[in-house]
């Protein structure tokens, strides 16, 4: 049994999960990604848990979209090697596993320097998780996630 079945197993274990068929559809590429962007796959498993509830295409208030709730006017960057993204192209589960997983490698380890809660934190509330003032609701963020 690999690495996907034992996390989907461990997925459908969970009496409270939205979506298992779409969460366990998509393990191969979330394992393949965590590997890639060195990432922790309990950890990825989880921000797409709370950023969509494994929802292909969610779309916040904010215009963010798909698994991994990426906002694509802040795409285009660093976080995403200069690729832009719509909307569109996040509802496909593979793409938004992809992007989102490049991104939270950058705040990861560009911003966090391997500290997982600052990076969730930038994740989702950007460049105001350290300091004296870090921002409050993406320290807790952070906190859901873990």
Same mark, same amino acid.
């Given at each position: 049994?690999?690495?996907?079945?034992?996390? #989907?197993?461990?997925?459908?274990?969970? !009496?409270?999960?939205?979506?298992?068929?779409?969460? #366990?559809?998509?393990?191969?590429?979330?394992?393949? &990604?965590?590997? %890639?962007?060195?990432?922790?796959?309990?950890?990825?498993? =989880?921000?797409?848990?709370?950023?969509?509830?494994?929802?292909? $295409?969610? %779309? !916040?208030?904010?215009?963010?979209?798909?698994?991994?709730?990426?906002?694509?006017?802040?795409?285009?960057?660093? =976080?995403?090697?200069?690729?832009?993204?719509?909307? %569109?192209?996040? +509802?496909?589960? &593979?793409?938004?596993? $992809?992007?989102?997983?490049?991104? /939270?490698?950058?705040?990861?380890?560009? +911003?966090? $320097?391997?500290?997982?809660?600052?990076? /969730?934190?930038?994740?989702? =509330?950007?460049?105001? #998780?350290?300091?004296?003032?870090?921002? /409050?609701?993406?320290?807790?963020?952070?906190?859901?996630? /873990?």
């Amino acid at each position: 049994m690999g690495l996907a079945e034992i996390l #989907c197993a461990a997925v459908m274990s969970i !009496s409270s999960m939205y979506n298992t068929d779409t969460a #366990c559809k998509y393990m191969d590429e979330v394992v393949e &990604v965590s590997q %890639k962007w060195d990432i922790e796959p309990e950890i990825f498993i =989880a921000l797409i848990y709370t950023e969509s509830r494994w929802t292909p $295409r969610a %779309k !916040s208030r904010a215009n963010a979209c798909g698994l991994t709730q990426v906002i694509p006017k802040w795409t285009g960057g660093r =976080a995403t090697g200069g690729r832009k993204y719509t909307c %569109k192209e996040l +509802y496909d589960p &593979v793409t938004s596993i $992809r992007a989102g997983g490049q991104i /939270l490698n950058t705040w990861l380890y560009r +911003y966090g $320097r391997g500290d997982y809660k600052i990076g /969730l934190c930038g994740y989702n =509330a950007g460049y105001r #998780c350290k300091g004296k003032n870090p921002n /409050l609701k993406g320290k807790r963020y952070a906190r859901i996630v /873990l």
